[in-house]
């Protein structure tokens, strides 16, 4: 197929994309790509089938991309954030205090009763030294020792009373502080360092004293003391992401260290079309994270299955390398176009619109949905075409994501229809 062909069938894709974008009518755009990928379909089966040599087919995929289980949990996106199913590590996250916090109960009465007794005491040790001290002048006999212990009961009722007034203190910053949480379940100390006027040595301090006096009741401290979790439930919420993150750090450690052994021999130009690739299935990842629709989430998840065994292939069948940039050239642009179109939506959708704007603003969601959908498995047949001769299926990988679909009624006739015109 010439270049020139590729060009203007891969730009006719990306100007319909850009067309719909500039007048936010999303209404054709799925029929109308699946039309013209039908037609590259068509032409590369008649003209690239004897380019490829056929040969046994290693699967260079990681690990967790092999495991037909996975596939099965396409619903349960592993490059999802848990935050997606439940509200957690929002700054908005709504908590009820009740159970949460022991704003004074016993500890207030104890601080009144110490400060109170304290108080008391003291008058009385020094209404009985004065009382020894005129005693004492008039009839000329030394009453050190009773006043030695007066003096020692001055002190300990001090302390008392000053013990009793540090914990009626501790009580009114407690309850600023759960004034300034709000209806939170953290918050960092830095926060509150900056309303209470405080340093953030001396909040530490105070919240770690909360903390021993369980004041709050679900209280935790993350490992480096920066943030207050006032909920278990947020506390574990951040513990699963912690790991999580790390967990992700390490898959792609492992995933960029396979990536560099596997085309550290391979051309200059072929190892530079894998890196582009890996770059699109990084944006990809990262609107998937940004997007909490579930739905589109595993759309997004078969997209990356696609276009990450396509380069996976590549690196095996580098004498595939031409075609695949050619068509790649507009696809994946053209699908991140979308994708941020998307969020655009999303974000106006959340902004509070009018009924009338929210109603065109799901329609225009919806329809990008079929869009990808439409995309996924005309591109998928596509590069079973362009492979047609290897025992590459790249619709095999997808096929159980398009049950779950249909099951789910989430896609119906569309996606049906769909796979009939690219057939």
């Not at 009740?98 to 109960?105: H, K, Q, T």
């Not at 759309?299 to 069948?317: A, G, P, Q, W």
């Not at 990988?397 to 049950?403: A, E, R």
């Amino acid at each position: 197929m010439s270049d020139s062909k590729y060009s203007n069938l891969g730009s006719e894709i990306s100007d319909m994309v850009q067309k719909a974008i500039d007048s936010q009518d999303f209404s054709q755009l799925s029929t109308t790509i699946q039309n013209s990928v039908s037609q590259v379909a068509n032409i590369v089966a008649d003209t690239v089938a004897s380019s490829v040599v056929d040969e046994p087919q290693k699967d260079h995929r990681p690990d967790y991309m092999k495991n037909a289980q996975h596939k099965m949990e396409a619903a349960q996106n592993p490059w999802k954030s848990a935050v997606k199913s439940v509200p957690e590590m929002a700054e908005t996250t709504a908590v009820s205090e009740r159970g949460l916090y022991s704003p004074g109960g016993n500890g207030r009465l104890k601080g009144y009763f110490l400060f109170t007794l304290g108080l008391a005491g003291i008058l009385g040790c020094a209404a009985g030294l004065l009382t020894l001290a005129i005693a004492s002048k008039i009839t000329g006999v030394s009453l050190m020792v009773p006043e030695v212990i007066l003096l020692i009961g001055v002190v300990g009722f001090g302390g008392m009373s000053i013990k009793g007034s540090g914990t009626l203190k501790q009580i009114r910053k407690f309850k600023n502080y759960v004034k300034k949480i709000g209806k939170r379940d953290h918050i960092s100390i830095e926060e509150l360092s900056s309303a209470s006027g405080r340093n953030e040595k001396e909040v530490l301090k105070d919240i770690q004293d909360m903390l021993q006096e369980n004041m709050f009741l679900q209280g935790h401290l993350d490992q480096e003391s920066k943030t207050l979790y006032v909920t278990d439930q947020g506390y574990q919420t951040f513990l699963r992401e912690k790991n999580r993150r790390l967990e992700q750090q390490n898959r792609e450690k492992e995933e960029q260290a396979r990536i560099e052994r596997e085309t550290q021999e391979l051309p200059p130009e072929v190892r530079k079309l894998i890196a582009d690739g890996n770059a699109y299935i990084e944006k990809i990842r990262r609107s998937n994270e940004a997007i909490s629709d579930e739905t589109v989430s595993r759309k997004l998840y078969d997209l990356e299955t696609v276009t990450r065994k396509i380069f996976d292939y590549v690196k095996t069948h580098p004498q595939c390398a031409d075609d695949t940039k050619k068509m790649m050239k507009y696809y994946l642009p053209t699908t991140i176009k979308l994708l941020d179109s998307y969020e655009k939506l999303t974000e106006e959708e959340l902004s509070g619109q009018h009924p009338d704007q929210l109603t065109n603003i799901a329609k225009s969601k919806k329809e990008i949905e079929n869009t990808l959908d439409t995309l996924n498995l005309a591109f998928a047949k596509l590069f079973d075409n362009l492979y047609q001769d290897t025992s590459m299926d790249i619709t095999a990988d997808i096929s159980v994501l398009h049950t779950l679909l249909a099951q789910e009624g989430l896609t119906g006739e569309e996606i049906r229809d769909a796979m009939k015109g690219i057939k």
